[in-house]
């Protein structure tokens, strides 16, 4: 438990740390590793802007590294220990998962396009308390947008993550293609999905922070 409780927060450590990675994007709105800062209109999101969504968020900086470090924890630890403790062990760690993380992408992205589900990550605006942007992080780890810019039950991430899940056990080692064991990383994923928000929320504010500092 120590060790996926290592895992999941290095996650959010690397998201953090290279949420500045850019992608390109229409004018008017800034997207920086699933960070999004509305117009102050909501624009229904784009066929092109789930597809950059699902690239950034699995070939981005930020995923990328963050799969670098969790293949090497489980090659440190050996888990799973089908893969072996050497470099060849950590290239089938680390594309596992990628691509665990591409299926669960394409699935919330994809689905959501059915009832206008938006998949990004909304800063709040107007210098709100700490504890709000903290709940507003929370709240967004389990609610979604929708066409009309209100907030929904984000339904395509509850069907996505714990759909990866299960696919993914058709070319994960016997020791974690098990129900118990994909049922076990539901969960993880949620409070991954959460870290990660988290960290989106905050970087902006403590890297002009930084910035000034050194200036």
Do not use: C
């Amino acid at each position: 438990m120590i060790t996926k409780s290592l895992i999941v927060f290095a996650t959010g450590v690397i998201a953090f740390a290279q949420a500045d990675s850019q992608v390109p994007v229409p004018a008017g709105e800034t997207l920086t590793a699933g960070i999004v800062t509305p117009t102050p209109s909501y624009t229904p999101i784009t066929a092109g802007q789930r597809f950059r969504w699902i690239v950034n968020g699995t070939l981005g900086a930020p995923n990328l590294a963050a799969g670098a470090v969790l293949a090497a924890l489980g090659t440190a630890g050996n888990s799973p220990e089908e893969y072996g403790p050497h470099w060849d062990g950590f290239g089938k760690r680390y594309g596992l998962r990628l691509s665990v993380s591409a299926t669960s992408g394409v699935l919330e992205a994809g689905l959501g396009s059915m009832w206008g589900e938006d998949p990004r990550y909304f800063r709040t605006t107007g210098g709100q308390p700490f504890k709000t942007r903290l709940g507003h992080v929370a709240k967004m780890t389990f609610l979604s947008t929708n066409r009309n810019g209100d907030t929904m039950p984000a339904y395509a991430r509850y069907i996505a993550i714990p759909s990866s899940q299960f696919i993914s056990n058709t070319w994960r080692p016997d020791s974690q293609a098990t129900v118990s064991e994909a049922l076990g990383r539901i969960p993880l994923s949620f409070l991954s999905s959460f870290t990660s928000r988290a960290f989106s929320e905050f970087w902006p504010d403590l890297k002009g922070r930084l910035t000034r500092n050194k200036n």
